[in-house]
């Protein structure tokens, strides 16, 4: 078994060659026989092959899912009992519906040719929408005879929970059960051990000439040139007596629910076709991803492991949308506080004030079997809600929504305060509650990935360096909500508490021989002197001292780190480097992206636009232009492209948003909301960019067009279109 990603990855055992499971290990045992696509809408997305199918062709979690739980693990077309052959397979550029061209092989009777390959055209066309799969079968014959043939739906299904699906193993499971419900009905069912039914209901028009509990046979007639279509769909938890909505109408309603999605966002166009590519096929992932939910739309994390609620994820996507489209922050925002712990449960590593870290409702979170129905493991999500909110309000100005998560902030920062803080040294730290949490609850949460220079892995209560940039970050920008709201003592006092923050940070973080913050303190306050990503996040949340912060971002570019394709997790040389590993030596988009912002911050503009081509690059290499989760850290080499992580997730909300923050980051942007003022902090674009137009940037009510064109190191500004009062200035400093 080949050592790959996971919340916690494989240890290797001294004694001997044994390999030992951490909890929630992602198992990879082979290559996809063929590649994967996917679908989503709101709680529920599919898997399915480059030939639509699903459970046909082994290496892949294929599946039809909905909240964590597989509802179709098997749906396969064959023609004569043979797989037809693929002639090509897309998504819509908007990823809204799948369709796959297909045509039938040579079919013999002993060694003669009864049907000649090329001659039946199929084509299916697969979208989801409120809680469904939708499938249209379309045929064709093309050839210059009657055409005479079978073509049957193969399909089953296991309930499995997400959880089983990435490899982890049960005792017990409950009772399926199938059975027809007329002439062109199938109903599977599951009775879980948590005394839930779950039910999927496969609905066949027209009626198939022969149907069973797991296939749906058409005998075909079809005449030269005739055609004519199947369609099938398939409904997750639909009650009986809910008929399926016709094909059409249904896919109609779905493309325009999708174009509304994003009505209100700033639109980007550039004078560079490829970067053009990237950036929407980056807004049409995201726009997948997002889900409606009571609170506002919220950015699940990504598919096919992470499709659901995630604390950090979620914060940190909205954060770098946050000038695109403030309202997903609001979202973001509005759904953490709902379930922002209130009571401590050790076996859910709550305690009041803390952020949620993610959330499941499959079987075995129900039943326990997983800690993470509402799991709280995570050091930095509450931090990052503090952050996200001011950050919210600088972008707004919406005071009614600061009033409405005020006492969410005050008990994060309660959180931050208190338990946060277990031995009251002024840093935030983690351990988890139970052996069955997560032992690492940074972004970095691979068991390996906290570790001391001589590779031993840090233990106690571990204190990450950008945890404590965040809460810095995090108490100036509540200090200054906390003005807005008139609590003027409320507001000093956030300030003298990060300042004092900041100056423990110096002293105690600090690695003069190695010129960068340490990656962590373990629990016997002693740092961990590795080189790492996690230092160039720190200026980001602007902690770092300038001179200090200088040092760390000469470090970041220099080849240990910086791969030409991005920045690695870690530096090549360090005790755990492995470019192929998950977070010690890979290269993920966010990170770099967050990175970006800190040295734009910090007036690094020549290393932004390094970071930025190399992400570019990076992206016209991979499928469809979508970065991924991560890929791995190894150097680029002449005319090769970056090399994969097999078991990223993509598309994956974070990554996708990295393209949006590259060029916020490049053009330096800054919204006033008090002044009307939108700035850009010495702008540069980078050489493969002349030319970038904004459309719709909006501050408050107003908005405005804009075109940048580069002009060797410097920018110009042309306003295109004003709606209402706005201002935009260029701020030059050296």
């Known amino acids: 078994m080949t050592p790959i990603k996971a919340t916690a990855q494989i240890t290797i055992t001294q004694s001997a060659d044994v390999l030992s499971e951490s909890p929630f290990y992602i198992p990879m045992t082979g290559p996809s026989a063929r590649p994967r696509r996917t679908l989503k809408h709101d709680d529920t997305f599919v898997v399915l092959d480059s030939h639509g199918d699903i459970g046909a062709s082994a290496g892949g979690p294929d599946g039809l899912f909905n909240t964590d739980t597989r509802y179709l693990a098997r749906l396969e077309l064959v023609l004569n009992d043979m797989q037809p052959l693929l002639l090509g397979s897309n998504l819509r550029n908007d990823n809204s519906g799948l369709t ?15 049907f ?11 979208f989801l929408w409120r809680g469904s799969a939708y499938q249209r079968i379309g045929i064709q014959n093309h050839g210059d005879r009657t055409a005479r043939f079978n073509l049957s739906v193969l399909f089953d299904n296991d309930f499995a929970d997400l959880f089983e699906v990435r490899g982890e193993r049960r005792v017990r499971r409950g009772v399926g059960t199938s059975e027809l419900s007329g002439p062109a009905d199938v109903i599977l069912s599951y009775l879980g051990l948590d005394d839930v039914v779950r039910t999927s209901r496969l609905h066949f028009d027209p009626r198939p000439t022969r149907l069973a509990v797991n296939s749906a046979t058409y005998h075909l007639e079809l005449a030269p040139q005739q055609a004519t279509a199947i369609f099938v769909a398939i409904s997750c938890n639909k009650p009986a007596a809910e008929p399926a909505i016709p094909f059409y109408r249904g896919l109609l309603a779905h493309r325009r629910e999708m174009r509304r999605a994003w009505s209100g966002a700033t639109s980007v166009e550039t004078s560079n076709n490829i970067f053009n590519e990237v950036l929407c096929q980056a807004m049409a992932d995201l726009n997948i991803l997002m889900t409606e939910t009571p609170h506002g739309r919220y950015p699940y994390a990504g598919i096919p492991w992470y499709s659901t609620t995630f604390g950090r ?4 996507t909205a954060l770098q949308m946050l000038w695109i489209d403030p ?6 925002l509005r759904r953490l506080a709902a379930f922002q712990a209130k009571v401590v449960d050790p076996r859910a590593d709550a305690a009041p004030g ?22 709280y493991g995570s050091v930095d999500s509450t931090p990052l809600f503090v952050l996200l909110a001011g950050l919210y309000v600088e972008r707004t100005g919406d005071e009614s929504t600061l009033r409405e998560l005020w006492p969410a902030i005050e008990a994060a920062l309660g959180w931050i305060d208190g338990p946060g803080d277990p031995d009251g040294d002024g840093f935030v730290e983690y351990r988890r509650a139970t ?8 972004w970095k949460d691979s068991f390996d990935a906290i570790f001391h220079a001589d590779g031993k892995l840090a233990d106690g209560n571990i204190a990450l360096a950008e945890v404590q940039g965040y809460v810095f970050a995090g108490k100036r920008l509540a200090a200054r909500c906390a003005r807005r709201l008139g609590m003027i003592d409320r507001a000093r006092a956030l300030e ?10 110096e002293d105690a973080f600090w690695v003069p021989e190695l010129g960068t913050y340490a990656l962590a303190l373990d629990g016997m306050k002693r740092p961990c002197k590795v080189r790492t990503s ?18 760390v971002a000469a470090d970041l570019m220099r080849p240990a780190f910086f791969t030409g394709w991005g920045i690695r997790t870690v530096a090549a040389g360090e005790a755990r480097y492995n470019p192929m590993s998950y977070h010690n030596g890979s290269i993920w988009p966010h990170d770099n992206a967050l990175i970006a912002l800190g040295l734009a911050r910090y007036g690094l503009k020549h290393s932004v636009e390094h970071v930025f081509k190399g992400l570019f690059d990076a992206a016209s290499y991979m499928d469809f232009r979508r970065l991924p989760e991560l890929f791995c850290g190894f150097r680029r080499e002449p005319r090769r492209g970056p090399t994969l992580y097999p078991v990223a997730c993509s598309p994956q909300a974070w990554a996708s948003a990295t393209p949006f923050t590259l060029l916020e980051a490049a053009l330096g942007l800054e919204f006033d909301a008090a002044a009307s003022e939108i700035r850009l902090h010495n702008p540069r674009l980078p050489a493969f960019l002349n030319e970038v137009i904004l459309r719709d940037l909006c501050l408050g009510e107003s908005s405005v067009d804009l075109r940048l064109r580069r002009h060797d190191d410097d920018v110009s500004l042309e306003v295109l279109r004003t709606r209402g009062h706005i201002r935009v200035s260029i701020v030059l400093t050296r």
């Not at 994820?313 to 940190?316: E, N, Q, S, T």
């Not at 996690?534 to 912060?549: K, V």
């Open 327 to 332: 309202g997903v922050a609001r979202g973001v």
């Open 534 to 551: 996690n230092a160039g996040q720190l200026l980001f949340t602007g902690i770092a001292c300038g001179e200090r912060a200088r040092m």
């Open 435 to 442: 052996e069955q949490g997560l032992a690492n609850q940074g």
């Open 496 to 505: 003298r508490a990060a300042e004092r923050l900041a100056a423990r940070f």
């Open 100 to 114: 796959v061209d297909l045509t039938n092989p040579d079919i013999y009777d002993g060694d003669r040719i009864v």
């Open 354 to 375: 803390k952020i949620l870290h993610e959330m499941r409702g499959g079987e075995m979170a129900a039943l326990h079997e997983v800690p993470f129905a509402q799991y």
């Open 313 to 316: 994820d979620g914060l940190i």
């Open 116 to 126: 000649q390959k090329d001659t039946i055209h199929i084509v299916r066309t697969i």
